[in-house]
């Protein structure tokens, strides 16, 4: 029975590993799911079969309902707009998870002094472990999900130069309470009040590592806790000694960890200053240098125009367009604009949007040519060759105050250089400043026009002017 365990442990995380190839495209995406989640099934099976105590699957299986009626709602009618932060509550859920598992072990071993299996030592490392990051995961999510959700502030919300000590503090009493549990388990074990100091010292180090992130970081803050949890989970499998934990959480650990640093890169931030925080969603900051200018507003029509008799047009999508659902009406335009023979390309920016891939996702869900989607590096140059730059909601990743404005908060930040394009249209609701809360100089250019409105709404105008054209 226990190579029978194995067996199908190994084929489940071998599903997990063949499931995450087929991300790497949109054309593959929706299979690899399924495979992953084929994997995931396979692996609770296991988990079935390797349970000697028959009277814990009536536990498992209630657990089991539960979790699919809370967690298949949310995951199928949440709209594109919110799924980073549905993304950041499952993370969080994840993290939870561990840290209560973690909690279970302790009072069943009275403090990890009773523990069965021989050597005992990585297994109280190991649970405590995932105590401490499980903890910080969860919490830390829950801020990115309210921040995410404008349920909380998207600025950073600190308490200054004290900050940083704080976190130390906090850090170092998660392990040294861990310690004491660690030191107390080679005895009569500790009380129960040690484990539980744990955790919520490494609840309020996730809260108060979150809160002083601001807005713009959000994505990659996801990314890193993603990997956290990843971790924690791996830590916890290894405890329990359950091998498609530890696979499992090492695959979400490993890809977490290293989207985070691809992601880090993109903005020119390293991970430490990230998580140190205080910036993104500050207010806006107005565009500095010489007098003030008024954007120059423009109409459909206009547009359409420029559009029509252009030989290249490249589209920026940014988070107004995901907020307005746009995507299919930017297809329907770009299928018209192809039939009159202008080149349609699109600029992805590897931060665009609230998550990583965001922008992929909503042009995959289109139908809009994989092919077309050109990352940064490969787009940067065209754009000096291009008649018109559309932005659709971009803020923060068209500023090219991240080139040439060294007091600048996103300065050495890579982004498009949409204020190369000849003519440049930026579709937007109002002036208002981009998640890291700062004004964009590009808006007020000489070549810039501001077509104000919902964008699917904008987006159709434009069409329907491109029709009687």
Do not use: C
């Not at 226990?2 to 590993?17: E, T």
């Not at 080679?186 to 996730?206: E, F, I, Q, S």
């Not at 695959?251 to 430490?272: W, Y």
């Not at 890579?414 to 964009?440: E, H």
């Amino acid at each position: 029975m226990d190579n029978l365990v194995n067996i199908l442990y190994i084929i489940a995380f071998s599903l997990f590993i063949y499931g995450l190839m087929g991300l790497t495209g949109p054309k593959t995406a929706v299979r690899g799911n399924w495979i992953a989640a084929a994997g995931m099934a396979l692996a609770v099976i296991a988990t079935f079969i390797s349970i000697r105590d028959t009277s814990n699957w009536i536990v498992i299986a209630a657990g089991l309902i539960v979790g699919v009626a809370l967690g298949v709602p949310p995951a199928k009618f949440t709209k594109m707009t919110a799924m980073p932060q549905l993304v950041a509550a499952f993370n969080g859920v994840g993290g939870g998870t561990v840290a209560l598992i973690s909690l279970s072990e302790f009072l069943n071993t009275q403090g990890f002094s009773r523990i069965p299996e021989q050597p005992s030592v990585h297994i109280v490392i190991a649970s405590l472990f995932a105590a401490i990051i499980g903890s910080v995961s969860f919490w830390g999510s829950l801020i990115a999900f309210g921040k995410l959700q404008e349920i909380l502030p998207g600025r950073p919300i600190g308490i200054g130069k004290a900050q940083q000590p704080l976190n130390i503090l906090l850090l170092v009493g998660a392990v040294a309470a861990a310690v004491v549990i660690g030191l107390g388990a080679a005895k009569d074990g500790v009380p129960t009040w040690w484990m539980v100091l744990v955790l919520v010292l490494a609840a309020v180090l996730g809260l108060m590592v979150v809160l002083p992130i601001g807005g713009a970081d959000m994505p990659v803050v996801i990314s890193l806790l993603n990997a956290l949890t990843g971790l924690s989970a791996a830590a916890a499998g290894l405890a329990l000694n359950n091998t498609a934990m530890i696979v499992a959480g090492m695959i979400v650990g490993a890809s977490g960890t290293i989207l985070t640093n691809l992601m880090a890169k993109a903005m020119n931030r390293s991970i430490p200053a990230i998580v140190a925080g205080g910036f993104g969603g500050g207010g806006a900051i107005a565009a500095t240098g010489g007098e003030q200018k008024q954007a120059k507003a423009t109409s459909a029509a206009d547009a359409a125009i420029q559009m029509a008799y252009a030989n290249q047009v490249i589209v920026v999508p940014g988070y107004g367009m995901a907020v307005a659902q746009a995507q299919h009406a930017v297809k329907e335009m770009a299928t018209l604009l192809e039939a009159k023979g202008v080149e349609v390309k699109y600029a992805i920016h590897p931060v665009a949007g609230r998550m990583p891939g965001h922008m992929n996702v909503l042009l995959a869900e289109a139908e809009v040519p994989y092919d077309s989607l050109k990352e940064m590096d490969e787009i940067n140059g065209e754009f000096s060759r291009t008649d018109v730059a559309l932005v659709i909601g971009a803020n923060d990743v068209t500023n090219p105050a991240a080139r040439e404005d060294t007091s600048s908060p996103i300065y050495g930040m890579p982004v498009l250089n949409v204020d190369q394009a000849k003519s440049v249209i930026v579709l937007k609701r109002s002036m208002n400043s981009g998640f890291a809360g700062i004004d964009n100089p590009l808006f007020y250019s000489d070549h810039t026009s501001m077509l104000f409105g919902d964008a699917k709404k904008s987006v159709g105008a434009v069409t329907e002017e491109l029709k009687a054209l």
